[in-house]
């Protein structure tokens, strides 16, 4: 049995935020919440979407990895200026910290009893409308049901619902162009991860599986051109395209790659998607032998020759975009590896994996990416 979760409407249209006042009209947000990061607020995207829209508050302090006292500053925001609904623009931190400030100001108690990796976790109502805007091509949280954000204990939650699917998403691929080449790469990355390991879950999708085929497709053709030509719009709508399939994907969960990223994330701050495909080759020749005919169907959606050794080639592939692959070049110490394995093996990302790994198994994955 398979429960589908659908995503959102969805709005992709080259200068698709023009259409901005539009789409909050169109949800009944009479006095929305901008969340937003310094960096974009520094490039002028606040002013431009306070022209289109006036009457935003606006949260421009979004940290690099969304925390639970940002989210809480926000929503106090939030409440002080009778807001009624949240627009949140940016990568994957602006979207998850505007999905934890509507969970945060419609539900009482602490962000943690939502969190999927611990004990018993709260089931969420609904939140305030939420729109989205992604200004990468990679986190698939403009359409997923997840969000990821590090709690006031410094634990990294992960806390999934339907009630994240944001009401409605701008996807405007003319946003990405200035994104610098390495964040193209680091968040293409990470969204082909989405749709593989989304391909390749132990949940059976029908509906999911070939969206998650067609982006893995979709992205490896399109990355090194939108790395090596920013302004190549073609390029960028295909990564776009893709980082929606990928949230699409996420339906299905996500396994080992995400099981050894998110610890090394929480403990070293270094980009996710960056370190996810550093690990993403040895989980992939790691679930192989389990998974011969998912795993070939995604070798011919990438191009890797059958007889290519799938760490190798992906390591390869990621340097090739300018990307690290060895661990000890992201800091992260020999001495920590038994610990980040410990929890790769006991989280729930691990469950999902169609070939369920022990913490010897992870420990091997990490000392061969070292």
Known sequence: ???????????????????????????????????????????????????????????????????????QTAAELYQAEGCDGIVAIGGGSSMDLGKAVGLIVSHDGDLAEFDVTGPNPRPLDDIPPLLVIPTTAGTGTEVSVGCVITLNNGHKAT????????????????????????????????????????YCSNLQNPLTEPVALDGVRRIAGAIERAVQEPNNIQARRDMMIGSLQGGVAMSMELGAAHALSVPLGAEFHEHHGELTGAVLGAA???????????????RHAIGIPDGDDLQEWMNNFCEKLGLRTRLSDFGVTENSLEGIAEEAANSFFNDLNYRKGTTEDYLAMLRSQY
């Open 159 to 198: 806390i999934d619902s339907e009630k994240f699917i944001p009401a409605a998403v701008i996807c405007d691929p003319l946003l990405t162009v200035s994104l610098p080449p390495r964040l193209t790469a680091a968040t293409g990355i990470d969204a082909l991860s989405h749709c593989i390991e989304g």
């Open 1 to 71: 049995m398979s429960r589908f979760f659908m995503f959102s409407n969805v709005l992709f249209e080259d200068d698709g935020l023009s259409k901005l006042a539009e789409e909050i009209a169109r949800l009944k947000i009479s006095r929305p919440l901008l969340v937003t990061d310094p960096g974009l607020a520094n490039l002028g995207l606040v002013d431009r979407c306070t022209s289109l829209c006036p009457g935003f508050a606006v949260y421009a302090e979004t940290p690099e990895n969304p925390t639970e006292a940002a989210a």
């Open 284 to 298: 992939m020749k790691f679930n192989e032998p389990a998974q011969k005919e998912q795993l070939q169907a995604v």
